[in-house]
T-cell receptor, first 114, second 113 residues
């Protein structure tokens, strides 16, 4: 069964600190992995997209890594800001269908305190 | 900048009412999707469309229906709303199977009382 598991479920950090969110998946055949940021009551916004051959990708203070062999990904947030408070969702796409089916994790709820 | 729009953003409605959630995109994407998301839970695909006059049910069974008469428009309808339909509904569109161009709308928060 294709699954995406994220940890931790929730995380509280102080403003200015770094943090790392984890994503493990069993989706096969793998196409790409995306990290989204979802503010409360809003739709998800894409942070990074990585294909099989990419190990790391950055978007400002966000850096995602991918280990396709172990089927693990991480999202590292540097120098956190209050506006980083949101849910971070790991999404994996397979290439076994024309739909390009997306499999969603439940997200990590990040809270940044001043 | 969001090129996919959902209305209304919030809706509180009584049981038994018929409702239509609107979704429009200006990117010319062929594929459009509806997802349902409960608080703290993952998104579940309830409907998708490959193009005009094409609609399919997703992974999660839903009593809602959709239509795709125009490329840019993908409305979702509930004929008779129930409290169990209370959830957030997210619309998305994409240009193809690749990673580029998959965009979500801001969502409609539906509460059925």
């Amino acid at each position: 069964k294709n699954q995406v598991e994220q940890s931790p479920q929730s995380l509280i950090i102080l403003e200015g600190k770094n943090c790392t969110l984890q994503c493990n998946y069993t989706v096969s055949p793998f196409s790409n992995l995306r990290w989204y940021k979802q503010d409360t009551g809003r739709g998800p916004v894409s942070l990074t997209i990585m294909t099989f051959s990419e190990n790391t990708k950055s978007n400002g203070r966000y850096t995602a890594t991918l280990d396709a062999d172990t089927k693990q990904s991480s999202l590292h947030i540097t120098a956190s800001q209050l506006s980083d408070s949101a849910s971070y969702i790991c999404v994996v796409s397979d290439r076994g269908s024309t739909l390009g089916r997306l499999y969603f994790g439940r997200g990590t709820q990040l809270t940044v305190w001043p | 900048e969001a090129d996919i729009y959902q209305t209304p953003r919030y809706l509180v409605i009584g049981t038994g009412k018929k409702i239509t959630l609107e979704c429009s995109q200006t990117m010319g994407h062929d594929k459009m999707y509806w997802y349902q998301q409960d608080p703290g839970m993952e998104l579940h695909l309830i409907h998708y469309s490959y193009g005009v006059n094409s609609t399919e049910k997703g992974d999660l069974s839903s009593e809602s229906t959709v239509s795709r008469i125009r490329t840019e428009h993908f409305p979702l309808t509930l004929e008779s709303a129930r409290p169990s339909h209370t959830s957030q509904y997210l619309c998305a569109s994409s240009a193809g199977q690749g990673p580029i161009g998959y965009t979500f709308g801001s969502g409609t928060r539906l509460t059925v009382v």
